[in-house]
């Protein structure tokens, strides 16, 4: 099932800040999709921050994942394997796999996590080179 998902505003901001809620709601009705409204977040900026680099293991460049945390809980309420965005450059957001990076950290299994990113045919293992300097001292 296709759904979509918009971050908003909240229905009854009281600010000059404009999002495109019209726009969204005639594509809506245009194309036929399962919508889901977001209103934008209010959890705490630095809060947002620690848990995208607690997530990814360090701080990286491109940061609009970490406004999206509200559209990733409704994606997972509703059971989505895919999450495509709007990015140019970042359709793909993610992907439910069977496997979990955090997890194999937390446990200390550095030797299968080190097997499991050389195996990965999308750069991950790349990215580990640079997770390494923050676990590696902690073995």
């Not at 609009?64 to 059971?79: L, Q, T, W």
């Not at 965005?85 to 970042?90: I, K, L, R, V």
Request: aromatic share 12%.
């Amino acid at each position: 099932m296709l759904y979509s998902f918009s971050n908003t505003l909240p229905e009854n901001h009281q600010s000059e800040l404009t999002d495109e809620l019209e726009h969204v709601l005639k594509v809506v009705e245009h194309c036929k999709v399962n919508w889901k409204r977001i209103d934008t977040t209010h959890e705490d900026l630095l809060a947002i921050l620690k848990n995208s680099i607690q997530i990814q293991g360090s701080y990286t460049q491109q940061r609009f994942h970490i406004f999206n945390v509200e559209i990733y809980k409704a994606g997972g309420s509703c059971g989505i394997d895919v999450l495509l965005s709007g990015f140019g450059g970042d359709e793909t957001v993610s992907a439910r796999t069977g496997f979990s990076y955090p997890d194999l950290i937390a446990e200390k299994k550095w030797n299968e996590l080190v097997n499991t990113l050389i195996k990965d045919q999308s750069g991950f293992y790349n990215r580990f080179k640079n997770l390494e300097r923050f676990y590696i001292p902690f073995i």
